[in-house]
């Protein structure tokens, strides 16, 4: 029994964060019809700004708590201004070409941000583990875990919902819905979709950033991590269905429990489980578990 | 499509090129051997993408040309160099006839997304698999061709050259045939709509399975090419930054003509190779700028740089299609 809370709590702490990720990536997929695969730079780009953030209030002997605020704080100001300068300046010039070819150029992206961070933090691994202890250790049903992991459960449940109800229950989202469904007639209704496209990009980078933030007290930051966490988080919004709030959420559940498992049931099957589960589910829904109605025209 | 070039001037411009490899330094053989086998996978993508749907998984099929090619070549002694490549591209192509029929009822990103799946867990199957060396991959001999076999590293050098460049080249003329043919005119109109070809009469998942057997044969022969010239092979074979490289040639080329497949494929070695030498920190921010400058000042590739008038022909096309769904509903 303990078992398998084991396994069902340690894939919740993973999909919780990889929620995160895969929010950001099914959002700028949805509005901007961008498959992004600089996502997972910014994932990285998140969690060495909190590294950076985490050292430099621990340097002034500041508590760990201020140093949790400060890198969630700083992470939220870089992100949101990388993700708004490179939808203005780089993204802009290649709307309305062929979806390929936008894929394309965020693997551009995904190959400039590599080398950049590697000339700015270096390529030895970094840590920034003064924040997880913050919330000391906590005893579940006979289960010991850091109390940093479980807290990542709730969090990732508010950072969806608040998406989640942002869009469907306020006025801001149902204009994002209005693009989404249909671009042409949204601008003649008088929606700027410019900046529903800029600030769109600019959440799904914050997204990403976050989810690395997050994960930054848990893990040693160094090159590769960005193609390991966009791997992942592709499986997980192909999975639920791209551009859908709902399908991320199970799909990061779904990838969060089959690591889990497959961690504690057989270690060697970890890799492709994954994208086992991703053909599966695309054998039998060949566009995912919660697809969007679109018109055809013939 | 009348333009274009007769299959025997083509011939003759293959020979010439092969000759050609005499009198090039060495450093630029082997250069140029990796370029040819990359040019000949991206060959297959441009072949696929007529029908409007991109793999991003053909690292799947290139290691499985390479694998196959590796554990022949170890366990009964097979050296012949194009024994080598028929064996590959027969690799690559048996699992192409498998996976094609299966992958052809889905579009645009699900069907890149799946070919990325299913190469990832390729991927993850070689990296666990003991008996194939797991991540560290495993070792062959040098290849040899018709009996002969070449211990003078330059002389090896130019007769990899020579096949690959040869074996590319007959599969380019072979894209340009079937593009010209109704065949391939019938692919690029599954890309244009996919109701309407079916509507004709035609089945588009037989078009689409037939044109990805295609390109999984070529990406086969190719993986037998990359693992001739490093004579060892590991898992990063069919991992996805491999596949992304050869969609990278295949959007560099653009769609329009085979010959510029090559060059972007020599264009993006030599890039890489640049910057490899004087950049070495920084030589995927060259490529990614490098990339990002193709794109945006040759939005129909490298190849709209000598195909001009047919670019001009199909923007008229363009407007008169745009004309007409302006006036249809």
């Known amino acids: ?298 | 499509m009348r333009k274009g070039l007769h299959p025997l001037v083509m011939i003759t411009l293959v020979a010439a090129v092969t000759l050609f490899g005499r009198v090039l330094p060495t450093w630029t053989l082997s250069l140029a051997t990796i370029a040819a086998s990359n040019a000949l996978i991206a060959l297959g993508i441009v072949v696929l993408a007529r029908t409007g749907n991109v793999s991003f998984g053909q690292g799947l099929f290139f290691a499985a040309g390479g694998y196959g090619v590796a554990l022949i070549a170890n366990a009964w002694g097979l050296t012949d160099a194009v024994a080598q490549v028929i064996v590959g591209a027969a690799c690559g192509g048996l699992l192409g006839l498998v996976i094609g029929p299966l992958i052809a009822r889905y579009s645009g990103i699900f069907f890149g997304m799946l070919t990325l799946a299913l190469s990832m867990v390729f991927y993850g199957a070689l990296v666990k698999s003991t008996a194939l060396g797991g991540s560290d991959g495993f070792n062959v001999g040098r290849p040899t061709l018709f009996g002969m076999s070449f211990t003078d590293p330059r002389e090896a050098d130019f007769m990899l050259y020579a096949v690959s460049v040869i074996v590319t080249g007959f599969a380019g003329i072979a894209a340009t045939i079937l593009f010209r043919s109704e065949f391939g005119l019938a692919s690029l109109a599954v890309r244009e709509n996919n109701l309407r070809v079916e509507y004709l009469g035609l089945s588009a998942n037989r078009i689409i399975s037939i044109n990805f057997l295609i390109a999984a044969i070529f990406a086969g022969a190719s993986g037998a090419f990359a693992l001739m010239a490093q004579r060892h092979i590991d898992p990063q074979f069919a991992y996805w930054t491999t596949s992304g490289e050869f969609v990278f040639v295949a959007v560099l080329a653009g769609n329009q003509s085979v010959a510029a497949v090559f060059v972007a494929s020599m264009a993006l070695e030599l890039v890489r190779s640049f910057s490899n030498l004087y950049l070495p920190n920084t030589w995927q921010l060259v490529l990614g700028v490098f990339l990002l400058g193709v794109i945006l000042f040759l939005p129909r590739g490298i190849g709209s740089l000598w195909i001009r008038d047919r670019r001009k022909r199909r923007l008229s096309a363009t407007a008169a299609l745009t004309a007409e769904r302006g006036a249809a509903p």
């Open chain 1, 1 to 298: 029994m303990n078992f398998f809370l084991t396994i069902i709590l340690d894939g919740l702490i993973q999909a919780s964060w990889l929620f995160i990720v895969a929010l950001g990536l099914t959002l700028v997929f949805g509005v901007l019809k961008i498959l992004n695969i600089a996502h997972g730079s910014f994932y990285a780009l998140g969690a060495y700004i909190a590294a950076t953030a985490v050292t430099v209030v621990a340097a002034r002997g500041l508590p760990p708590s201020v140093g949790f605020v400060a890198m969630l704080l700083s992470v939220a100001l870089i992100a949101s201004a990388v993700g708004l300068l490179l939808e203005r300046g780089l993204l802009k010039m290649f709307y309305g070409r062929d979806e390929v070819v936008l894929l394309l150029v965020t693997y551009a992206v995904f190959l400039i941000l590599e080398d950049v961070t590697k000339l700015i933090w270096g390529v030895n691994p970094i840590y920034a583990t003064q924040p997880y202890e913050l919330f000391g250790n906590l005893e579940f049903a006979g289960l010991y875990y850091v109390g940093y992991d479980l807290v990542l459960i709730p969090i990732s449940a508010v950072v969806g919902f608040a998406i989640w109800f942002g869009l469907n229950r306020t006025v801001i989202g149902k204009i994002v819905l209005a693009v989404i469904h249909n671009e042409e007639m949204s601008v003649s209704m008088g929606v700027r979709v410019n900046r529903v496209y800029a600030i769109a990009f600019a959440f799904g980078v914050l997204l990403a950033a976050l989810a690395g933030a997050l994960t930054a007290p848990k893990i040693s930051m160094q090159p590769g991590l960005s193609s390991d966490v966009i791997i992942l988080s592709f499986a997980i919004v192909v999975i639920g269905g791209l551009g859908s709030v709902e399908g991320a959420a199970v799909g990061a559940i779904l990838v969060g429990l089959a690591r889990a498992a497959s961690v504690h049931l057989m270690p060697q099957a970890e890799l492709f489980m994954i994208y086992l589960i991703m053909a599966a589910v695309l054998m039998f829904r060949p566009e995912g578990l919660f697809k969007r109605e679109t018109a055809r025209r013939i």
